[in-house]
């Protein structure tokens, strides 16, 4: 496993932007798919963005074109870059690992780590 922290939450207006970091520990950064998701209250976790080790990316659809998932092994971080920010992105945002298959993660199979959440609120 790695542990993962998450920051870069806030309050921000319809429309503006704001920039997730994920730090992980440990050296096999580099091996883990990673992933966002996020919980609204009274709702269920939902998939966000992933990241495979490959850099591949993938998006859900509420997200695509707006949001952009980024990674830098170097620095043992992964980041969710929010444009165009809605009311409904009003969440707290979990960082995932896990070193299996890409499609797992984006489901939610048996994901290795997770992160404790970030909150973004974003106002109208």
């Known amino acids: 496993q790695v542990q993962l922290v998450e920051s870069g939450g806030g309050l921000v207006q319809a429309g503006g932007s704001l920039r997730l970091s994920c730090a992980a520990s440990?050296?096999?950064?580099?091996?883990?798919?990673m992933g966002w998701f996020r919980q609204a209250t009274g709702k269920e976790r939902e998939f966000v963005a992933a990241?495979?080790?490959?850099?591949?990316?993938f998006y859900a659809d509420s997200v695509k074109g707006r949001f952009t998932i980024s990674r830098d092994n170097a620095k043992n971080t992964v980041y969710l870059q929010m444009n165009s920010l809605k009311p409904e992105d009003t969440a707290v945002y979990y960082c995932?690992?896990?070193?299996?298959?890409?499609?797992?993660?984006?489901?939610?199979?048996?994901?290795?780590?997770w992160g404790k959440g970030t909150l973004v609120t974003v106002s109208s």
């Open positions: 995932a690992a896990d070193p299996g298959v890409i499609r797992n993660l984006i489901k939610e199979y048996g994901i290795d780590s």
């Open positions: 440990g050296r096999t950064f580099s091996s883990y798919n």
């Open positions: 990241i495979s080790r490959s850099e591949s990316t």
